[in-house]
């Protein structure tokens, strides 16, 4: 059993954050998903569309989701990767590097985002309407 862990947003839920998170379950048997808090996504300097109970459920409904969990701090990835038994750390390319220092508990994965599309630019179109 191998499984793959991933953190994110996923506000405005879209087609990238969805290649995504397949992409990811593609690489193991497993896939568990922390999801940011609305109060850490304030510590991130973002503000959510979606509060944190529909973003989680709309991920958790997800056929390539077995599992969401809170994510409330940048420092907890070790101890959600312990717990889950994770093998696999992934996470979208725009973050290359970024969490290369958990190479020594896992692997360390960074995938190809989805080319124009982003939560920021719905927010944009949204605006504008
Ligand atoms: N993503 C993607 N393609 C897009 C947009 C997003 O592949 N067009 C990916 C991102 O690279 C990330 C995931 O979808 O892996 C979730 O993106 P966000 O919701 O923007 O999450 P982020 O703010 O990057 O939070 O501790 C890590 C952070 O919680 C990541």
Same mark, same amino acid.
């Given at each position: 059993?191998? +499984?793959? &862990?991933?953190?994110? +947003?996923?506000?405005?839920?879209?087609? !990238?954050?969805?290649?995504?998170?397949?992409?990811?379950?593609?690489? *193991?048997?497993?896939?568990?998903? *922390?999801?940011? +808090?609305?109060?850490?996504?304030?510590?991130?300097?973002?503000?959510?569309?979606?509060?944190?109970?529909?973003? =989680?459920?709309?991920?958790?409904?997800?056929?390539?989701?077995?599992?969401?969990?809170?994510?409330?701090?940048?420092?907890?990835?070790?101890?959600? &990767? =312990?717990?889950? !038994? =994770?093998? @696999?750390? =992934? @996470? *979208?390319?725009?973050?290359?590097?970024?969490?290369?220092?958990?190479?020594?508990?896992?692997?360390?994965?960074?995938?190809?985002?989805?080319?124009? &599309?982003? +939560?920021?630019?719905?927010?944009?179109?949204?605006?504008?309407?």
């Amino acid at each position: 059993m191998t +499984t793959v &862990i991933t953190y994110g +947003t996923f506000d405005l839920f879209h087609v !990238g954050h969805v290649n995504l998170l397949r992409r990811l379950r593609d690489l *193991g048997d497993r896939l568990v998903v *922390g999801v940011s +808090t609305d109060e850490f996504n304030a510590s991130k300097g973002k503000s959510a569309v979606m509060p944190y109970g529909h973003r =989680a459920e709309i991920v958790r409904s997800l056929r390539y989701v077995d599992d969401v969990f809170p994510e409330s701090s940048w420092d907890q990835k070790r101890a959600d &990767i =312990a717990r889950e !038994g =994770a093998d @696999i750390f =992934a @996470i *979208g390319e725009d973050w290359v590097g970024k969490f290369d220092d958990l190479g020594d508990v896992c692997d360390v994965v960074y995938v190809p985002r989805t080319r124009d &599309i982003s +939560t920021t630019d719905l927010k944009q179109v949204l605006q504008s309407m």
